[in-house]
C-alpha cells in the first residue's frame, strides 16, 4: 500500500512540476517516456522526459528562437526576396504557407516590427525517433504588446496584441536533416 | 500537495482547445472593423487585405499542350522554356509562375470567402533578387501544375512525324487510265512503320504509340478504304496478279477541272498512349488519328471499240 502511494505520489509530483509557471498549464502534454533515465535537475516544464528528449526540446526550442528572429527579419523589411524564399523552404515545415503569409503582407504593404517578449515556454509532445525524425509541439505564452505594426506608412492599432496569447508550434526535424523545422504558429487563447 | 496537484492537473486538462490562426480571429472579431487577421512576425495582426490574386482561369494549367505542333514541356509566354518543376513548385503558365499549395487556414482573406477549392502561393522570381507572389485562390477540380498525361499525349503526337501517303497507282500518272481497267492503288511498304514519341514534363512521361491502320483513298468520284499498303504493281506481272487495294472507274474524267480526277490518300494511324512517373491516368486510347495527305490525279479515258463484222 505504502509503495503504491509513493509511485502515485511520484507521479503526480514529477506531473505537477511541469505545470510551469503561476500554475497555468499550457494544455495537453505528451506521454514523457518511462525510461528511468529521468534526471532530477531537469528544469520544471521537462520533468519526467528523459535527458535525450529534453536535449532535443532544447534544441529545437533554440532553433525556433533563431527562425523567429530570421523570419521576423523579413517582416519588418515587408518584401518577398529571394533570400526569404530560401529560408522558408529550408526551415519551415510547410514552406508554401509560411511563403504565402509573408506575400500576403509584403502585397499589402504591411510592416511589423518591434520585439516579442516569451512570457513562458513548454513542451506539449517530444518526439524523438532515430528513424522518423523527431517531432516537438510546443506551447509558448507571447507578449506582442510592443510590435509596431504600419501599412502603407501608417501605424495600425492592434487591439487583439494587448494580451499575451498562448501559440501552438510544430518543430520537426526530418530524417536525414540536421536542422529543425518549423511550423506556423497556431493563436490560442489570452495566456 | 497532493490536492494541489490534482487541482492543477484539472486546470490543466480545461484549457480550450487551440484554434488556428485565422478562424481565431475572424470569428472570434478581434480586429477592428475593416481589418482581417494577417497572419504575420510569428503572430496574428490586424491589417486591410485587398484581394489577394485573382481565382484561377480553369484550364490553363502548364502547358497547353493542346495544339499539335506544341512542343512539350513548360514555357513562358515568350517562348522561354523553363523547368516544370522547382522547389518553388510546378509550372503554371496560365499565371506564368510557379504554383505551391498555401494550408492557409479556411476563413483568412486568402480564401477570398470560398469554403472549397484551394489556395496556392504563385511565385515568380527574377534576378534581382525580388519574388513576385500572389496567393490564389483555385476552384474546386482545378489545379495548377504540370500538363496532365493527356496533353502530354497531345503534345507528343504532334511531334509524331506521321507519313504523308506516296501515291502510286498502276497506271501511273501521267499515263492515262481506262474505264472499266481495275487501277492498282498502293503507298510504299517503308511508310508502314509503327512510331513512337515520349514527351517529359517534371517527373511525368507520356510514351504515345502511332501503329498505322488503313489508309483512305478518294478516287474522286468515291472513296475506299485499304486495310494494308496495297500491292505494288511491276512490271512483267500476268493478268492474273491481284491486288486487295485497287479501284476501277465507271466514267471518264473528261469532265473535271484539268480533265483528271484527283485522288487523296491518308494513312489512319490508331493512336494510343502511356503514362510513367506520377500519372492521374495509366493510358489512353485515342483512336484513329489521320497524316498529312498525300495526293495524285489520273486521267480517265473512255476507249472506243469497233465491232467488224
Same mark, same amino acid.
Given at each position: 500500500?505504502?509503495?503504491?502511494?509513493?509511485?502515485?505520489?511520484?507521479?503526480?509530483?514529477?506531473?505537477?512540476?511541469?505545470?510551469?509557471?503561476? *500554475?497555468?498549464?499550457?494544455?495537453?502534454?505528451?506521454?514523457?517516456?518511462?525510461?528511468?533515465?529521468?534526471?532530477?535537475?531537469?528544469?520544471?516544464?521537462?520533468?519526467?522526459?528523459?535527458?535525450?528528449?529534453?536535449?532535443?526540446?532544447?534544441?529545437?526550442?533554440?532553433?525556433?528562437?533563431?527562425?523567429?528572429?530570421?523570419?521576423?527579419?523579413?517582416?519588418?523589411?515587408?518584401?518577398?526576396?529571394?533570400?526569404?524564399?530560401?529560408?522558408?523552404?529550408?526551415?519551415?515545415? %510547410?514552406?508554401?504557407?509560411?511563403?504565402?503569409? #509573408?506575400?500576403?503582407?509584403?502585397?499589402?504593404?504591411?510592416?511589423?516590427?518591434?520585439?516579442?517578449?516569451?512570457?513562458?515556454?513548454?513542451?506539449?509532445?517530444?518526439?524523438?525517433?532515430?528513424?522518423?525524425?523527431?517531432?516537438?509541439?510546443?506551447?509558448?505564452?507571447?507578449?506582442?504588446?510592443?510590435?509596431?505594426?504600419?501599412?502603407?506608412?501608417?501605424?495600425?492599432?492592434?487591439?487583439?496584441?494587448?494580451?499575451?496569447?498562448?501559440?501552438?508550434?510544430? #518543430?520537426?526535424?526530418?530524417?536525414?536533416?540536421?536542422?529543425? +523545422?518549423?511550423?506556423?504558429?497556431?493563436?490560442?487563447?489570452?495566456? | 500537495? #497532493?490536492?494541489?496537484?490534482?487541482?492543477?492537473?484539472?486546470?490543466?486538462?480545461?484549457?480550450?482547445?487551440?484554434?488556428?490562426?485565422?478562424?481565431?480571429?475572424?470569428?472570434?472579431?478581434?480586429?477592428? $472593423?475593416?481589418?482581417?487577421?494577417?497572419?504575420?512576425?510569428?503572430?496574428?495582426?490586424?491589417?486591410?487585405?485587398?484581394?489577394?490574386?485573382?481565382?484561377? &482561369?480553369?484550364?490553363?494549367?502548364?502547358?497547353?499542350?493542346?495544339?499539335?505542333?506544341?512542343?512539350?514541356?513548360?514555357?513562358?509566354? %515568350?517562348?522561354?522554356?523553363?523547368?516544370? &518543376?522547382?522547389?518553388? *513548385?510546378?509550372?503554371?503558365?496560365?499565371?506564368?509562375?510557379?504554383?505551391?499549395?498555401?494550408?492557409?487556414?479556411?476563413?483568412?482573406?486568402?480564401?477570398?470567402?470560398?469554403?472549397?477549392?484551394?489556395?496556392?502561393?504563385?511565385?515568380?522570381?527574377?534576378?534581382?533578387?525580388?519574388?513576385?507572389?500572389?496567393?490564389?485562390?483555385?476552384?474546386?477540380?482545378?489545379?495548377?501544375?504540370?500538363?496532365?498525361?493527356? &496533353?502530354?499525349?497531345?503534345?507528343?503526337?504532334?511531334?509524331?512525324?506521321?507519313?504523308?501517303?506516296?501515291?502510286?497507282?498502276?497506271?501511273?500518272?501521267?499515263?492515262?487510265?481506262?474505264?472499266?481497267?481495275?487501277?492498282? #492503288?498502293?503507298? $510504299?511498304?517503308?511508310?508502314?512503320?509503327?512510331?513512337?514519341?515520349?514527351?517529359?514534363?517534371?517527373?511525368?512521361?507520356?510514351?504515345?504509340?502511332?501503329?498505322?491502320?488503313?489508309?483512305?483513298?478518294?478516287?474522286? $468520284?468515291?472513296?475506299?478504304?485499304?486495310?494494308?499498303?496495297?500491292?505494288?504493281?511491276? +512490271?512483267?506481272?500476268? %493478268?492474273?496478279?491481284?491486288?486487295?487495294?485497287?479501284?476501277?472507274?465507271?466514267?471518264?474524267?473528261?469532265?473535271?477541272?484539268?480533265?483528271?480526277?484527283?485522288?487523296?490518300?491518308?494513312?489512319?494511324?490508331?493512336?494510343?498512349?502511356?503514362?510513367?512517373?506520377?500519372?492521374?491516368?495509366?493510358?489512353?486510347?485515342?483512336?484513329?488519328?489521320?497524316?498529312?495527305?498525300?495526293?495524285?490525279?489520273?486521267?480517265?479515258?473512255? +476507249?472506243?471499240?469497233?465491232?467488224?463484222?
Amino acid at each position: 500500500m505504502l509503495r503504491t502511494f509513493v509511485v502515485l505520489a511520484t507521479f503526480l509530483v514529477a506531473t505537477c512540476a511541469a505545470c510551469g509557471q503561476n *500554475g497555468a498549464d499550457p494544455g495537453p502534454r505528451g506521454s514523457p517516456s518511462t525510461s528511468t533515465s529521468v534526471a532530477t535537475s531537469a528544469p520544471a516544464e521537462l520533468a519526467g522526459y528523459t535527458a535525450k528528449e529534453r536535449q532535443a526540446y532544447e534544441g529545437a526550442v533554440s532553433a525556433y528562437e533563431a527562425f523567429v528572429k530570421r523570419s521576423n527579419h523579413f517582416y519588418a523589411v515587408g518584401e518577398t526576396s529571394v533570400a526569404a524564399k530560401d529560408f522558408y523552404q529550408r526551415y519551415s515545415i %510547410d514552406w508554401a504557407t509560411a511563403w504565402a503569409n #509573408l506575400a500576403q503582407a509584403a502585397n499589402n504593404h504591411i510592416k511589423v516590427s518591434g520585439p516579442t517578449t516569451v512570457v513562458w515556454t513548454k513542451p506539449v509532445t517530444i518526439s524523438v525517433r532515430s528513424t522518423a525524425g523527431d517531432a516537438i509541439t510546443i506551447k509558448r505564452c507571447l507578449d506582442e504588446s510592443k510590435w509596431t505594426v504600419e501599412q502603407n506608412g501608417k501605424k495600425l492599432a492592434q487591439p487583439q496584441l494587448k494580451s499575451p496569447h498562448v501559440y501552438t508550434v510544430q #518543430l520537426e526535424k526530418r530524417p536525414r536533416e540536421t536542422w529543425w +523545422r518549423s511550423g506556423e504558429p497556431k493563436l490560442g487563447a489570452t495566456c | 500537495m #497532493l490536492t494541489r496537484c490534482l487541482v492543477a492537473l484539472l486546470l490543466a486538462f480545461s484549457l480550450p482547445v487551440v484554434v488556428a490562426v485565422g478562424p481565431a480571429h475572424a470569428g472570434g472579431g478581434g480586429c477592428p $472593423p475593416g481589418t482581417a487577421p494577417v497572419t504575420a512576425h510569428g503572430g496574428v495582426v490586424c491589417a486591410v487585405v485587398k484581394t489577394p490574386g485573382a481565382p484561377s &482561369q480553369p484550364g490553363d494549367p502548364g502547358s497547353s499542350g493542346s495544339s499539335g505542333h506544341t512542343p512539350a514541356g513548360c514555357y513562358k509566354k %515568350d517562348g522561354t522554356e523553363v523547368p516544370c &518543376q522547382t522547389s518553388d *513548385g510546378s509550372w503554371w503558365s496560365g499565371q506564368q509562375c510557379y504554383a505551391a499549395p498555401s494550408k492557409a487556414p479556411k476563413g483568412t482573406p486568402a480564401w477570398q470567402g470560398h469554403t472549397n477549392g484551394s489556395v496556392w502561393a504563385c511565385t515568380s522570381c527574377g534576378a534581382s533578387g525580388a519574388c513576385t507572389v500572389n496567393v490564389i485562390w483555385v476552384a474546386p477540380g482545378h489545379q495548377p501544375g504540370p500538363p496532365s498525361p493527356a &496533353q502530354l499525349a497531345a503534345t507528343a503526337i504532334g511531334m509524331l512525324r506521321l507519313a504523308k501517303a506516296e501515291v502510286h497507282t498502276a497506271p501511273a500518272a501521267p499515263a492515262p487510265t481506262y474505264v472499266g481497267v481495275q487501277n492498282w #492503288l498502293w503507298i $510504299p511498304q517503308a511508310q508502314w512503320t509503327t512510331l513512337s514519341k515520349s514527351v517529359t514534363a517534371g517527373p511525368t512521361t507520356v510514351t504515345v504509340t502511332a501503329e498505322p491502320e488503313e489508309v483512305s483513298w478518294d478516287v474522286g $468520284p468515291t472513296t475506299i478504304t485499304c486495310n494494308g499498303t496495297g500491292q505494288p504493281w511491276t +512490271r512483267g506481272m500476268t %493478268d492474273a496478279a491481284t491486288t486487295d487495294c485497287g479501284y476501277t472507274y465507271t466514267q471518264d474524267s473528261a469532265s473535271q477541272k484539268d480533265g483528271t480526277f484527283p485522288i487523296t490518300a491518308v494513312i489512319k494511324y490508331h493512336v494510343a498512349w502511356t503514362c510513367a512517373g506520377p500519372c492521374s491516368t495509366a493510358g489512353g486510347d485515342l483512336g484513329l488519328v489521320d497524316a498529312p495527305v498525300g495526293t495524285s490525279a489520273l486521267r480517265v479515258l473512255q +476507249r472506243q471499240t469497233v465491232v467488224v463484222r
